[in-house]
């Protein structure tokens, strides 16, 4: 829109978070990077990935059950996904927060997952949110607060776990 071109505000005049001339929108292009970094090592089952995703006292809640540390939060993760088909993690709408070298960040998420073996016929869907606190680390965004929040289910959670 005229008159809005480099001014860093939006066209409805409220500040534009994503203007190149906002000092900190290298930072929340980052902090979304390693948000989606989480689906892309679902996805591709590259669990290495987590590593730069997840600090190593990361503490996380999904439907009032709790894990603390990476690695038992890996293992979670990998209980429901080793057996299951093929998933997709779509992440979108994100909101992020700055705060120096803290952020919380927001983003809807909508994860279909596939049976595997005998159950190829089953699938799983899940639509909900993902709410992060992440810590500016000297590798790069870690997230050491996670929390799921479902909204929607279909399909049978049978698909996740082992065979």
Known sequence: MAGHANTGRSARGGPDRYDPGVPDTDDRFDVIATLDRYATALDRRSWDLLDDVFTQSVVAEWGGVYWSGRNELVAMIRSNLDG?????????????SLHGDRAAATCRVRAFHIGRGDRSDRTYELFGFYHAVLVRTDAGWRVEEWHGETTLELGTRDVLGSE
């Open 84 to 96: 299951c088909g093929p998933t997709q993690h779509l992440l979108g709408n994100y909101d992020v």
